[in-house]
């Protein structure tokens, strides 16, 4: 458990102790949870896990949970080992999102989220492009300056090849008459490493979901450049719109059920994460978070993930990356 984790779990108890069976509007509906996340832990998928595993717990709706990070490739290297060890299994779920469908497709991954059961998306979160406190670039200018006069020079740290980080600075290189083959990119298999190089300047920058360098950003040991939303997530933080980069692209987090499991198992996972989402100890975890609602379940969601894997492989065909 990373310090992020548990400063939500601080910022959480002054009310976890008021949420109960009514609260949670039915009494506990696993005793055992099995979280797997195909990274390693202190990232975003990390996170997550973590944030369902307290929430659930204080409500009463889960009674334990045990987590298994395996990390690599955008989690490619773990999504197999769920598909087969959890296979048939209803009390099972694994933390993907985005960055998976970029993975997977850059790397023509054999196993893809086809092969498990799609439950929930449950947040989505803008990128912030960041340097290292110590840096000489002051402001996101600076860095699309350097991009412009040496891209292959100027690296970049963000997690795993072909995900939301990726295709982000290849959308910025194209953005500024570049070709996105041309970056720099330093992929990591979680957030903790990719954090690590960049407050060692390892690497000139890095972008992430806001959350993971949200409390580096407020430390004053990473400075933020720009975020990647249609409009302002921070009112201190420029987007990269604003400042003449036509990019807008956020990140977005769900959960998945084992491949084989029948119909009923479906509905218990679909109806824990929905009523989940709708306690207030959950809203405020977002907020705590700095995360955006983006709930959709059922064939809504079914929809929205067969629109973005076919999205995603267009931008990445355009980009190079598949």
Excluded: C
Aim: net charge positive; hydrophobic share 45%.
């Amino acid at each position: 458990m990373n310090r992020r984790t548990v400063l939500a779990a601080t910022a959480l108890a002054p009310f976890a102790g008021s949420l109960g069976l009514r609260d949670a509007a039915a009494q506990a509906r696993f005793a055992n949870m099995n979280m797997f996340i195909p990274a390693g832990p202190g990232g975003g998928w990390d996170g997550l896990g973590r944030a369902i595993e307290q929430v659930a717990r204080h409500a009463g709706l889960v009674g334990n949970f045990q987590f298994e990070n395996v990390g690599g490739a955008g989690g490619i290297v773990g999504l197999p080992r769920f598909v087969s060890q959890r296979r048939g299994r209803g009390d099972a779920l694994m933390v993907s999102g985005s960055i998976m469908v970029g993975a997977v497709l850059s790397n023509r991954s054999p196993v893809s989220l086809a092969n498990v059961t799609p439950i929930a998306r449950m947040t989505q979160e803008v990128g912030v492009v960041v340097v290292p406190a110590q840096s000489d670039i002051q402001d996101i200018a600076g860095l699309l300056a350097a991009f412009r006069a040496n891209p292959g020079g100027t690296s970049v740290a963000g997690g795993s090849a072909g995900g939301t980080d990726h295709i982000t600075l290849g959308l910025i290189l194209r953005a500024l008459g570049r070709n996105a083959r041309e970056g720099s990119y330093v992929a990591f298999a979680g957030g903790g490493p990719a954090q690590a190089a960049i407050l060692g300047a390892q690497v000139k920058a890095g972008i992430s979901g806001y959350s993971e360098f949200a409390e580096q950003i407020r430390a004053g040991r990473m400075r933020a450049l720009a975020t990647t939303g249609a409009t302002r997530s921070d009112p201190n933080i420029p987007t990269l719109k604003e400042s003449g980069v036509d990019v807008v692209i956020a990140n977005w987090r769900g959960v998945f059920g084992a491949p084989g499991i029948n119909a009923n198992q479906k509905a218990a996972l679909t109806s824990f994460i929905t009523d989940l989402v709708a306690l207030p100890a959950w809203r405020e975890m977002m907020e705590t978070r700095g995360w955006d609602n983006a709930f959709l379940a059922g064939a809504e969601f079914e929809r929205f993930l067969a629109a973005d894997i076919s999205a995603t492989e267009s931008v990445l065909k355009e980009l190079g990356l598949a």
